[in-house]
């Protein structure tokens, strides 16, 4: 299959994934990385994929986030998690992508 079209797939869905994984439970960067990695077959990503959708997100206000320096650490950790804009958001977004996934299952079991 064509890698673009995969791509083109894949960051369409990439924030709504995020989102439904900080709804559960805020995490930082790197731990945000190994559950999508640990939960998904077809995401596998890497931080500098991550950090750019972050910083989207928390710019529209659809996630914020908090420092913490644990004790262990000489740096601090940067939390994220959703705002109630962001859980909105993904409710509609998943409902959207939900309708449109019908859509193109129907349409493609009728095509075959």
Same mark, same amino acid.
């Given at each position: 299959?064509?890698?673009?079209?995969?791509?083109? !797939?894949?960051? +369409?869905?990439?924030?709504?994934?995020?989102?439904?994984?900080?709804?559960?439970? %805020?995490?930082?960067?790197?731990?945000? =990385? &190994?559950?999508?990695?640990?939960? @998904?077959? &077809? !995401?596998?990503?890497? %931080?500098?994929?991550?950090?750019?959708?972050?910083?989207?997100?928390?710019?529209?206000?659809?996630?914020?986030?908090?420092?913490?320096?644990? &004790? @262990?650490? =000489?740096?601090?950790?940067?939390?994220? @998690? =959703?705002?109630?804009? +962001?859980?909105? !958001?993904?409710?509609?977004?998943? &409902?959207?992508?939900?309708?449109?996934? %019908?859509?193109?299952?129907?349409?493609? %079991?009728?095509?075959?």
């Amino acid at each position: 299959m064509n890698e673009n079209i995969i791509r083109q !797939f894949k960051k +369409g869905v990439l924030e709504l994934i995020i989102l439904k994984l900080l709804s559960k439970k %805020e995490m930082y960067g790197y731990e945000l =990385v &190994a559950e999508l990695n640990r939960q @998904s077959n &077809a !995401f596998h990503i890497k %931080e500098g994929t991550l950090y750019p959708i972050l910083y989207r997100l928390e710019d529209d206000g659809l996630m914020k986030t908090r420092w913490e320096q644990p &004790a @262990s650490r =000489v740096q601090p950790k940067k939390y994220y @998690s =959703v705002t109630d804009k +962001g859980g909105q !958001f993904m409710r509609e977004s998943y &409902a959207q992508w939900k309708a449109l996934a %019908e859509d193109i299952t129907r349409i493609m %079991e009728d095509a075959i």
